[in-house]
């Protein structure tokens, strides 16, 4: 949708126009200095930032208050609420108390006047959601007594997203055991326990995983008495409860395929005793041969096989003729993709050339694209187009491929900094901002090899060519794209080629904001663009350029607020605020894991995850 678009670039001008407006050519990047040791000078800068950080989290907070639309005040709260825990949990608890009672009466508005708007019914369900995770960082045992109290009275208002009903409340309060495993694994225990009478979902088998790396017993018994739990389920009709099963066996036996949990707990015993593993075996086998419609669940056993003939050998011959029965009824082609899934993730080119002329139609054009790839990876660039030139016979699509290719050629040849090889390329780019890409990716090698003239020269060349005004999003992100290089070399530079683009983004906002509104409160309501409404793209920017933030904000924190004060929306600014202080006030954290202070509204990170073939 094109207002996401505009989303997506408010997110991200952010920390580009940030990263422009200081120098800094000898800071650290934020992990290195969260482990190097701090000077007393080094801990005095630290504590100043975060002073100053502290009293622009007031300020947001104040403009929070004036905001008309109550899910964004109530977003604010919680943030805040995150971030201020660790320095003043009195008034973090007083945050989230209003937030709670926010929250409340919205879920008590929400029954008559959402009713116009089905899509923005899920916002009250989300932001309890949003609530009671950031609450269960610092006080899990009260993140449960608020789980319960805002329970909503009935479950006819509380699912029109993913989940519905008390399905979504009961994958509410099984993810939220699995959050709290990690730092108090008897709590997480106790209250996996106390939901299974209601029910399984995927959340459980994520407790497990945590639960085994801080106690192999907890997570042993949650995982026997989620075997029980089945055992009074219909697998063949209720699919959760099925892939729930299959992803046991599946961690219990520590199967090669189980690639979407990681536990470092690889070389302790099995979470199941072998009774329980007969059990669960017998079960999903069960359900496979009584289902004569759901062919995926046939198939999805056929790389347990070797697993299932230790707890269920007299069912093999059975289980063996319904995977045949059913690879003949689809002429192979899902059995072949189970079967060749390995060859395509981390097959040689050797092997995805032999699997393609054995593969269904469909996909032979796919295994030899990837093929080529490999070849490409391993600098092979004429071996990559000999493969696509000889197997690929759809003219467009050996076209497509073929410049895809040189794309990718010319990128890794950028990235190492090879300019003459990249320029030979560069001509045959069709657009100006494809160019700009290349140019930038050969700056930045320049960069690595301190070559700063250099570098300077190729993001002068690339400037040249997206100096005008922006007609498009493609020309917007190239000009980002310049900004952020010269970012590191010159910051004059970048500040005055994004000044322009900043009062563009305005324009655009206000455009985006007006139509948003006249055709859907999704994304503005009470005339305020919905914070709700950037939560897709938000662990993108914590992702990629809060460091880069940080790290402006620490070189220079008044001018970084005062161009994140360029924004005209209060809304947007108060975003835009509360970026920078996250970047500042949240500790480092890796790259899955959301910091302090993010709202992430319907987060559910999944560890088990369904595996249709």
């Known amino acids: 949708m094109v207002f996401q678009r505009f989303i997506c670039l408010l997110i991200i001008s952010l920390a580009i126009i940030s990263s422009s407006v200081a120098q800094r050519p000898t800071a650290q990047a934020p992990t290195e200095q969260a482990n190097a040791p701090s000077s007393p000078e080094q801990q005095k800068a630290q504590q100043e930032l975060e002073r100053k950080a502290l009293v622009l989290l007031d300020e947001v907070l104040s403009d929070a208050k004036v905001f008309r639309n109550t899910e964004n005040r109530v977003i604010i709260k919680i943030a805040a609420a995150d971030l201020l825990w660790p320095r003043n949990e009195a008034r973090a608890r007083t945050l989230f108390k209003e937030a709670a009672n926010n ?16 899509p923005f019914l899920d916002n009250p369900v989300e932001l309890r959601r949003a609530l009671v995770q950031a609450l269960a960082r610092h006080d899990p045992q009260w993140a449960r007594d608020l789980l319960r109290s805002t329970r909503p009275a009935t479950t006819a208002t509380v699912g029109r997203g993913r989940a519905s009903g008390a399905d979504s409340e009961l994958q509410l309060e099984q993810s939220l055991a699995s ?11 106790e209250m996996a326990e106390q939901t299974l009478s209601k029910g399984v979902s995927y959340e459980l088998l994520n407790t497990v995983s945590l639960l085994m790396k801080k106690d192999r017993e907890a997570a042993a018994r949650l995982a ?42 690889t070389d302790a015993p099995t979470i199941l005793s072998q009774q329980e593993l007969r059990d669960l075996t017998e079960l999903i086998v069960a359900a496979v041969l009584s289902n004569s419609e759901k062919t995926y669940a046939a198939l999805s056993l056929k790389p347990l096989l070797p697993e299932i003939e230790k707890y269920a050998p007299a ?6 003729q319904k995977i045949a029965d059913v690879e003949r ?6 059995g072949i993709d189970s079967s060749l899934r390995e060859v395509m993730q981390s097959g040689t080119v050797e092997a995805l050339l032999e699997a393609a002329p054995k593969a269904p139609r469909e996909m032979r054009d796919y295994l030899y694209q990837r093929a080529a790839t490999k070849a490409l990876e391993q600098g092979d660039a004429d071996r990559a187009r000999t493969i696509i030139n000889d197997n690929i016979s759809d003219p467009a699509m050996r076209k497509y491929i073929t410049a895809e290719i040189e794309r990718q050629q010319m990128m890794q040849a950028a990235s190492e900094g090879k300019m003459d090889q990249t320029r030979q390329m560069l001509a045959r780019l069709r657009t100006n901002e494809e160019r700009v890409v290349v140019l930038t990716q050969l700056a930045l090698a320049a960069m690595a090899k301190n070559e700063k003239k250099i570098a300077l020269a190729l993001l002068d060349e690339a400037r040249s060519m997206v100096s005008n005004r922006a007609r498009n999003f493609a020309q917007l992100g190239a000009q980002f794209q310049v900004a952020r290089g010269y970012a590191r070399l010159d910051a004059a530079r970048s500040l005055a080629m994004l000044e322009p683009v900043v009062e563009q983004l305005n324009e655009l906002i206000a455009a985006g904001a007006l139509l948003g509104g006249f055709f859907s409160e999704q994304f503005v309501k009470d ?21 880069d933030l940080n790290a402006v904000a620490r070189e220079d924190f008044d001018r970084t607020k005062m161009v994140a004060d360029r924004f005209q929306r209060i809304e947007v600014r108060t975003l835009a605020r509360l970026l920078i202080i996250q970047s500042i006030l949240s500790p ?11 709202f992430m509204l319907g987060s559910e990170p999944m560890v088990i995850m369904d595996e249709r073939p």
Do not use: C, W
Not at 315 to 320: D, E, K
Not at 529 to 542: C, D, G, K, V
């Open 103 to 118: 929250l409340s009466e919205l879920v008590s508005a929400s029954d008559e006047s959402a009713v116009a708007d089905i």
């Open 179 to 189: 959050q709290i495993a990690a730092n108090d694994p008897k709590q997480a225990l």
């Open 224 to 265: 026997g008495k989620i075997v029980t739990k089945l055992q009074t389920e219909n697998l063949s009709t209720n699919d959760i409860a099925f892939h729930t099963s299959l992803n046991l066996l599946r961690l219990a036996t520590k199967s090669a395929l189980f690639t979407q949990t990681k536990t470092d707990a």
């Open 315 to 320: 069912r093999i011959p059975q289980l063996r």
């Open 329 to 334: 009824a689809t002429g192979g082609r899902r």
């Open 527 to 547: 005339d305020e663009i919905q914070l709700a409404s950037m939560n897709s793209f938000l662990p993108m920017f914590t992702g990629q350029y809060a460091a």
């Open 588 to 598: 480092p954290t890796p790259a899955n894991v959301i910091p302090p202070g993010t």
